[in-house]
């Protein structure tokens, strides 16, 4: 009998019994079924006739060789048949899995319609459906059973030279809540944002979902469910974790990796970002990105409702990391236009929780991220009641819970004010505070409205209103972007404003007077660009750049750094 080594040299490992150990051989130039395998380097029908024959692909296809922009019509023609979202998104995915360059091309040219089937709201149905619909890991899987072995599964990532990693621990998904393992749908999502809107290169992003068990009970009881099946761990044992995986990261890929948290509950996301941002660059889109675009939505309105950004007065329903994060920013920017302190300037701001309005009264029992917020007044149960009390310009919603801004409260915002701003900011279209189309009709046209996950146009008394969309998405590829071109080695405030002040920049009137605050996506890469730029300036003014000598013109040099989908030929 030939001796098992003999046989797995003539037969590979397919022949050897099954109880055998067999060595995973692979090869380093693809060519024939593997090339068309890899979805980095596949084109399907596009590959051309120098490219079948030179590359073992003759008879693997089929004869007709398309163009890219042929098979974007077929797939665009194919998505389109599909009237459930999931079965866009799963499609989309598919996509990605099997035709990079082709998933990229289709979502950029395509991005108004097909940010809402990747992004909010269908990646949040497809993250509570994510076990089901779940075929090939995405990105990188640490949990518990990892711990201490975190760096050797980072060396496991078959990419070496990464730019950027997109973060969760699954605890609030959008406003979904606690999702476990299943989040890994957002830190996917976010990254195809990178590269479409951002134009990072897929190479360089990595998605990565920390599993540290879940409470979720229906998660728990669900015999399909992918992650650990435990209640989460916290305290000691999950900072040490987290530790773990902040040090093997800065290890494994040096100092001017950005490391985005994303959807980590509040009581995480305020001391991972005030912790590792003395010695990482870190980035909370929920705390900062949001802050960066709504502040950009409001500085924009202001065309429109009148005055300047200290006159306003403002008033938040939720206190969380969008809550909080917004607030400070505002308080900030209107410190810098005023010069007052801060202590001040955030007077101007009040905030609801699910307590009520933020009191002083209230001041020892809070969390120390509300603390700021908690000005003199006597307490105030409802939110009815703090806006009948407070009066403001500006009505936020960031608190994650749907139908919330009620016809009365929008009602008497309309009656406070000529035209009231309100921003329904809570994801995905389920959990928004109100409806767009509740925005106009109830406060008779004249609301300036702007959500965080899509709405269509809405027709009013004849009249046509397009509600924004005041999604982090507008910032976070293009700030991005503007820290790795530069080598920034930490994230600062200034670079925050900088990207809201360069977003507000590129409206136009022709989009206010739709009643647009925000200009659309389907300019988002010049737009990015151009914020890449103000936070690329920022961070050499700030001597946080490390890529030397700062390249003259910023916005050209964003451009020519981008990404692009166009297939390449194959020698
Ligand atoms: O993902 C989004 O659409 C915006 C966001 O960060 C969130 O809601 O957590
Ligand atoms: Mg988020």
Known sequence: MADASS??????????????????????VASGCTLMRDPRYNKGLAFSENERDAHY??????????????????????????????????SMMDLQERNEKLFYKLLIDNVEELLPIVYTPTVGEACQKYGSIFRRPQGLFISLKEKGKILEVLKNWPEKNIQVIVVTDGERILGLGDLGCQGMGIPVGKLSLYTALGGLRPSACLPITIDVGTNNET???NEFYIGLKQRRATGQEYADLLEEFMTAVKKQYGEKVLIQFEDFANHNAFELLSKYSKSHLVFNDDIQGTASVVLSGVISALKLVGGALPD??????????????????????????????????????????????????????LQHFKK????????????????????????????????????EIVETMASLNEKPLILALSNP?????????????????????????????????????????ANNAYIFPGFGLGLVMSGAIRVHDDMLLAASEALAAQV??????????????????????NIAAKVAAKAYELGLASRLPRPENLVKFAESCMYSPVYRNYR
């Not at 797995?8 to 090869?27: K, N, R, Y």
């Not at 939110?383 to 801004?405: C, D, M, N, R, Y």
């Not at 206010?512 to 010049?526: A, C, D, H, Q, V």
């Open 312 to 365: 306003h007065k403002f008033l938040f329903l939720g206190a969380g990391e969008a809550g909080t994060g917004i607030a400070e920013l505002i308080a900030l920017e209107i410190s810098k236009q005023t010069s007052a302190p801060i202590e001040e300037t955030r007077k101007k701001i009040w905030l609801v929780d699910s307590k009520g309005l933020i009191v002083s009264s209230r001041k020892e029992s």
């Open 372 to 407: 700021p917020w908690a000005h003199e007044h006597e307490p105030v149960k409802t939110l009815l009641e703090a806006v009948k009390a407070v009066k403001p310009t500006v009505l936020i919603g960031s608190s994650g819970v749907g139908q919330t801004f009620t016809k």
């Open 57 to 90: 692909l003759r008879g693997l296809l089929p004869p007709a060789v398309y163009s890219q922009e042929l098979q974007e019509k077929k797939l665009m023609h194919s998505l389109r048949q599909y009237q459930v979202p999931l079965q866009r998104y799963m």
């Open 508 to 529: 136009k009137d022709e989009h206010y007077e739709k009643g647009l605050i925000y200009p659309p996506f389907s300019n988002i890469r010049t737009i990015s660009a």
């Open 219 to 221: 998660l728990l009881n």
């Open 7 to 28: 046989v797995e040299e003539v037969c590979g490992g397919d022949c050897a019994p099954v109880d055998q150990f067999i060595t995973p051989w692979t090869v380093s």
């Open 429 to 469: 279209t389920s959990q928004s505070e109100c409806t767009a189309e509740q925005a106009y009709t109830w406060s008779q046209g004249r609301a300036i409205f702007a959500s965080g996950s899509p709405f269509d146009p809405v027709e009013y008394e004849g009249k046509v209103f397009v509600p924004g969309q």
